[in-house]
T-cell receptor, first 112, second 115 residues
Framework: RKEVEQDPGPFNVPEGATVAFNCTYSNSASQSFFWYRQDCRKEPKLLMSVYSSGNEDGRFTAQLNRASQYISLLIRDSKLSDSATYLCVVKGVEYNFNKFYFGSGTKLNVKP | SAVISQKPSRDICQRGTSLTIQCQVDSQVTMMFWYRQQPGQSLTLIATANQGSEATYESGFVIDKFPISRPNLTFSTLTVSNMSPEDSSIYLC????????????FGQGTRLTVV
């Protein structure tokens, strides 16, 4: 079983749409949670951290449900520039070392 | 965010040769990691580069094939040895603990093609 599972998509949505991505993780002891964005042929870049209380950054809202081991990302008013792959990332500890676990990514295509 | 310089950005290499990729960070970091990413796939951790000691390798990756150095808290190298076409991939350096940050930051990646 994978540590982090995501729907690979692609999600094809029109500009202005609201789209939601979900992610589940298997290790209940996981410490920190993130969403990263990766553009084609580029490195992943941090989009936002995810907190139990939920957090919002402009059009982006992230939520964490520790009981269900579930993370979500909501994008409102989608822009063409939002087209990318969104990686769900969970940080845990293995043998006293921090380790990041990456989902396979969800591809988003925003169409005019 | 951390400024991470990864070199080379790309290379085309002959099979049987070796390539060393460098990762330089502009500030001391706690952890440095090396990942591989095949086209259309997610990141696979190769190893954690430990300062002053041997790297910690993930299952399926061995030191003879991917020797790693980390002489200090700002620099690491990954060597891909005795390359074959199956080693063609993007290799990414990542750091954690930059100025107290808990998230990971990435270098620009090295796109390797083995012919």
């Amino acid at each position: 079983r994978k540590e982090v599972e995501q729907d690979p998509g692609p999600f094809n949505v029109p500009e202005g749409a609201t789209v939601a991505f979900n992610c589940t993780y298997s290790n209940s002891a996981s410490q920190s949670f993130f969403w990263y964005r990766q553009d084609c042929r580029k490195e992943p870049k941090l989009l936002m951290s995810v907190y139990s209380s939920g957090n919002e950054d402009g059009r982006f809202t992230a939520q964490l449900n520790r009981a269900s081991q579930y993370i979500s990302l909501l994008i409102r008013d989608s822009k063409l520039s939002d087209s990318a792959t969104y990686l769900c990332v969970v940080k845990g500890v293995e043998y006293n070392f921090n380790k990041f676990y990456f989902g396979s990514g969800t591809k988003l295509n925003v169409k005019p | 965010s951390a400024v991470i310089s990864q070199k080379p950005s790309r290379d085309i290499c002959q099979r049987g040769t070796s390539l060393t990729i460098q990762c330089q960070v502009d500030s001391q970091v706690t952890m440095m990691f090396w990942y591989r990413q095949q086209p259309g796939q997610s990141l696979t951790l190769i190893a954690t580069a430990n300062q002053g000691s041997e790297a910690t390798y993930e299952s399926g990756f061995v030191i003879d094939k991917f020797p790693i150095s980390r002489p200090n808290l700002t620099f690491s190298t990954l060597t891909v040895s005795n390359m074959s076409p199956e080693d063609s991939s993007i290799y990414l350096c990542s750091v954690e603990g930059f100025r107290g940050h808990t998230e990971a930051f990435f270098g620009q990646g090295t796109r390797l093609t083995v012919v």
